[in-house]
């Protein structure tokens, strides 16, 4: 395994003989779309480094509604939470888009961490970028339309994979902004004919970005990702 070849931006900033010490514990897994990676409440097995794959962290409330909190791909790792909080998970975490991703034991890692000056300072990097990923969102979700906050996720999803096609039917991306599929369906369609974008039978695909962002409220601006290569779907 190259570094240089790895999208994940965390581990490929990693310095060389850190990489190398890390680089046996990483097991590369492919993920599926809705898959459930680990459970609030439970002490999770492993850290998920996602490549092309899109990981979502869930609250999920005693009434069985749920609403994404974090969005993690190539810029992230999957449960920072459990590493610098608590050996428990607060939340669950969930596949949003399909993809490749490395994980690893927790407890390997957490070894791993004891005796790596340049892993913690990237974790504590991404800590910083994660927190304000979540206070942002959530202060977008108290004072924000859901069709800017529809438009913000599409925005931050479309960020972290290679084109503009997003595989998601409208109960799935309900459940991500913790709304009622109806909501979703009335701001997609509106969305549609607007030219912003077109949805067909669970395949959304982007086929206006800069309308799109003006959709979105000023949280994105706060919240948007630069891809380590070139995006073209555009």
């Given at each position: 395994?190259?570094?240089?070849?790895?999208?994940?931006?965390?581990?490929?900033?990693?310095?060389?003989?850190?990489f190398?010490?890390?680089?046996?514990?990483?097991e590369?897994?492919?993920?599926?779309?809705?898959?459930?990676?680990?459970?609030?409440?439970?002490?999770?097995?492993?850290?998920?480094?996602?490549?092309?794959?899109v990981i979502?962290?869930?609250?999920?409330?005693?009434?069985?509604?749920?609403?994404?909190?974090?969005?993690i791909?190539?810029?992230?790792?999957?449960?920072?939470?459990?590493?610098?909080?608590?050996?428990?998970?607060?939340?669950?975490?969930?596949?949003?888009?399909?993809?490749?991703?490395?994980?690893?034991?927790?407890?390997?890692?957490?070894?791993?961490?004891?005796?790596?000056?340049?892993?913690?300072?990237?974790?504590?990097?991404?800590?910083?970028?994660?927190?304000?990923?979540?206070?942002?969102?959530?202060?977008?979700?108290?004072?924000?339309?859901?069709?800017?906050?529809?438009?913000?996720?599409?925005?931050?999803?479309?960020?972290?994979?290679?084109?503009?096609?997003?595989?998601?039917?409208?109960?799935?991306?309900?459940?991500?902004?913790?709304?009622?599929?109806?909501?979703?369906?009335?701001?997609?369609?509106q969305?549609?004919?607007?030219?912003?974008?077109?949805?067909?039978?669970?395949?959304?695909?982007?086929?206006?970005?800069k309308?799109?962002?003006?959709?979105?409220?000023?949280?994105?601006?706060?919240?948007?990702?630069?891809?380590?290569?070139?995006?073209?779907?555009?």
């Open positions: 395994m190259m570094k240089e070849m790895l999208t994940n931006k965390l581990l490929s900033g990693l310095p060389d003989a850190e190398a010490r890390l680089m046996p514990l990483l590369p897994v492919s993920l599926s779309a809705g898959e459930r990676l680990s459970e609030a409440g439970q002490a999770p097995r492993f850290i998920y480094f996602p490549e092309s794959c979502s962290c869930q609250a999920n409330m005693e009434d069985g509604k749920s609403a994404e909190v974090g969005m791909g190539f810029e992230g790792v999957a449960d920072i939470t459990t590493l610098v909080r608590s050996r428990l998970a607060v939340h669950s975490l969930n596949v949003s888009i399909a993809g490749s991703a490395l994980r690893v034991r927790k407890d390997d890692f957490e070894r791993e961490i004891q005796g790596s000056e340049g892993l913690q300072q990237s974790l504590l990097a991404y800590a910083a970028e994660y927190v304000t990923q979540l206070s942002q969102r959530s202060a977008c979700a108290i004072f924000h339309l859901l069709e800017q906050r529809f438009a913000v996720w599409l925005l931050l999803l479309t960020d972290r994979i290679e084109d503009g096609v997003i595989q998601i039917t409208q109960e799935r991306t309900a459940d991500h902004l913790g709304v009622r599929r109806a909501g979703v369906t009335v701001v997609a369609t969305m549609q004919a607007a030219g912003a974008i077109t949805y067909r039978r669970g395949s959304l695909r982007i086929t206006n970005r309308m799109l962002e003006a959709i979105a409220c000023e949280c994105y601006g706060t919240l948007a990702l630069e891809r380590p290569h070139q995006t073209t779907y555009m």
